[in-house]
């Protein structure tokens, strides 16, 4: 019930926003800013305890505990490239989004690489 208040909270801050922009853009984007903090601390606040039962859930599977966290870690990063890509479009610089966007995407591959590496290995495996 708690994550259904968030998007309340988005809405109901949406017409500040919206007509701070008018008149002043800088402190619309303050409030976007201090709005995407509290819906995330929330967020990630709520989503600790699904995060230890999805450990769980590959530890009883079998999975390396290291390849969830890689899993994890390129969610947070695709995560994280979206908002910002998002706050870049809001602030008008559509160009600083597909920076982003990049830079996010190269990040994931980085993170993945060790999976990839241990995919490959498994794959040389079966053809040796």
């Known amino acids: 019930m708690e994550m259904l208040k968030l998007p309340v909270l988005c809405v109901a801050c949406l017409l500040p926003v919206i007509l701070l922009r008018k008149n002043a853009p800088e402190q619309a984007m303050l409030l976007t800013l201090a709005i995407l903090a509290v819906v995330m601390a929330r967020c990630l606040e709520q989503a600790a305890p699904l995060l230890e039962e999805l450990r769980a859930l590959f530890a009883r599977a079998g999975v390396e505990t290291a390849y969830v966290s890689i899993l994890l870690r390129t969610a947070a990063a695709a995560v994280v490239t979206r908002l910002c890509a998002d706050l870049c479009k809001d602030g008008g610089s559509q160009a600083l989004a597909s920076a982003v966007e990049l830079a996010g995407a190269a990040a994931a ?9 241990a995919v490959t290995e498994l794959l040389l495996g079966y053809f040796t």
Do not use: N
């Open 109 to 117: 591959l980085l993170i993945a690489l060790p999976l990839l590496g």
